[in-house]
C-alpha cells in the first residue's frame, strides 16, 4: 500500500514517544527489597516477584550502561542520520537506497548489543506473574528503544498491556504504540484490534483514527476504513474545525480504487466542500461523470458548475478535458443546440490556451454557433410568449426555460421552470436542478438551495456541487 505523508509522520513521532515512555514516568523500577520502615506502606502499582527482581535489575543495569558507551552511541547517531536520510530521499530509487542504509545502521548497532539482548531474553524465564511481565515488558521495550529494534518494542509494549498494568489513563496510548507497530509490521489484523483497543480507552484522536483506517484498507476492510475516516471528517466540521485534506484525498483515492464509484464521488464533492481548490472542483466532476454515464443535458450542468465555480481558467490537461465535455455538451448531436453558450464557452477555452482555434472540433463548433446565435437570439421572446401560454406543453415550457438559461436569462427561466413543475410528466428531479442553477446565477443562495434539496437519483451529486456553488465554495480568486 502507498505510504501517504501522514502515516511517514506517524512512523517518525512514533520513534521519538517510545523512547520517553519510561523516562516519561509512566512505569515503576521495582525495588530490591522494601525498607523496614515501609513494610507497612501498601505497594502502589505492580509488583515483581522476588525471583524475578535480580534478573530484573541486572538487566537494567546492563541496558543503562550499554546506552553510556561511545560504539553505541556513535552507532545511534548513525542510525539517526540514516533515518533522517530517508525522510529526505525524493523518488523511489533513492527512498529504497536511503532505507537500505537505515537498515544496515540498525543491524550495527543491534551487532553491538548481543550481549544485552540475551540478557533480556534470560530475564523473561524469570517470569512468575503479571508484575513480572510488566517490567519483563519494559525491559524488552527498553532494549527494543536502544537497539531501534521495531519487533523488541512491540513485543514489550504488548506484554505491559497484557499484564493487565498499564495504567488506565494510559492504556489508549500503549495501544496506539501497539498498533502502530503492528501496521509497520504488516500485521493488520492485530493492528485493527489494538487500535480500535486504542480509541476504545479514549485515544481517539486524530493520528489514531487515521491509522486505524489504515490498517482497515491494508487488512482488505476498504468499507470500514471509509468509516472511519468519515468519522474523523464529521468530528472535525462538527467541532467548526476544517478537516485535514489528507484525510478527504485518502477517502477519494481509497474508494475510488476499490471501484467505489458513488463513494468515491461523495468523497469528492466533500473534499470541494472543504477544499474548494481548482484540482478539486475539476476532480470532483470528473469522478461524477465516471459514476453516473451522465447524458449530455447532466454532464452540461456539472460543466456549468465547474465554470461558475472557477476551475475552469486554466490550461492544465484535466481542464483541456472539460473544455471538450462542454463544448460537446452544448453542440450537442445535431447542430449546435445552445449557440450563445457554445461562443461563450470556445472562446473562453481559447482564451485560457484550453482550446485550440485550429482544431477541427473547435472551429467547426464556433464557426457553426456564430452562424446561428444571432437568429437564435432573437428566437427568444417568442420561445417565452409561447413556453407562457396556459396551454403550453411540458416540452414547449422547458426548451424556452433551457435556451433561456443558456444565454443567461436566469431570471426568465427560473419563472418558466416553476411553470414546468406544474406541467404533467413533469420530471420534478431534472427540473428542480435547473431551477436552482438559474436561482443561483440570479444569488438567490436559500431558494437555490431549497429546490437542489429536492433532487433526487443520480442528478443528486450535481445538485450537490451545485449547492456548494450557491454556499460560495468556489475556487479562491488569486
Known sequence: MRRTKFLTRTAYALALSLATVAAAGLVAVPAEAQKKDDKKAAPKGPQPTKGFIPAYNETKTALDAAAKRPDVIAAKAKVSEKDRAVRAASGRTAREAARAQHEAAIAELGALLTAEKAKVETALTKIGSDGDKFFGGQLTLDYGNLATDKVSQRRGIVAMIDSGHVPAEQLGRFNYFAGTLAYEAKDFVAAETALKAAVAAGSNSKETLVMLAEAQNSGGRTTDALGTLKSLVDNAAAAGQVPDLEWLERG??????????????????????????????????????????YNGGDSLDVSRALDRAGALNSSTQPVQREYVEYLQAVV??????????????????????????????????????????????????????????????????????????????????????????????????????????????????????????????????????????????????T
Open 252 to 293: 477519494v483515492v481509497l474508494s475510488y480504487q476499490a471501484k467505489m464509484l458513488a463513494e468515491s464521488t461523495d468523497w469528492a464533492i466533500r473534499r470541494v466542500e472543504f477544499h474548494p481548490s481548482q484540482a478539486s472542483w475539476v476532480a470532483a466532476g470528473q469522478l461524477m461523470r465516471a459514476a453516473y454515464d
Open 332 to 477: 450537442g448531436k445535431v447542430g449546435v443546440l445552445y449557440p450563445g453558450e457554445a461562443v461563450k464557452v470556445a472562446n473562453q477555452g481559447v482564451k485560457v490556451t484550453a482550446l485550440q482555434a485550429t482544431d477541427p472540433f473547435v472551429r467547426d463548433a464556433l464557426a457553426e454557433a456564430n452562424r446561428r446565435v444571432a437568429a437564435d437570439r432573437a428566437s427568444l421572446p417568442g420561445l417565452e410568449r409561447d413556453a407562457r401560454a396556459p396551454a403550453a406543453q411540458l416540452r414547449t415550457v422547458l426548451i424556452a426555460a433551457d435556451t433561456l438559461l443558456s444565454y443567461e436569462q436566469a431570471d426568465k427561466a427560473a419563472e418558466l421552470y416553476q411553470i414546468a413543475l406544474g406541467k404533467p410528466g413533469a420530471d420534478a428531479s431534472a427540473i428542480n436542478l435547473r431551477l436552482g442553477i438559474a436561482l443561483t446565477k440570479l444569488g438567490k443562495a436559500p431558494e437555490a438551495e431549497a429546490a437542489f434539496g429536492k433532487v433526487t437519483g443520480p442528478r443528486q451529486s450535481i445538485a450537490r456541487l451545485w449547492t456548494l456553488v450557491a454556499k460560495g465554495k468556489v475556487v479562491p480568486t
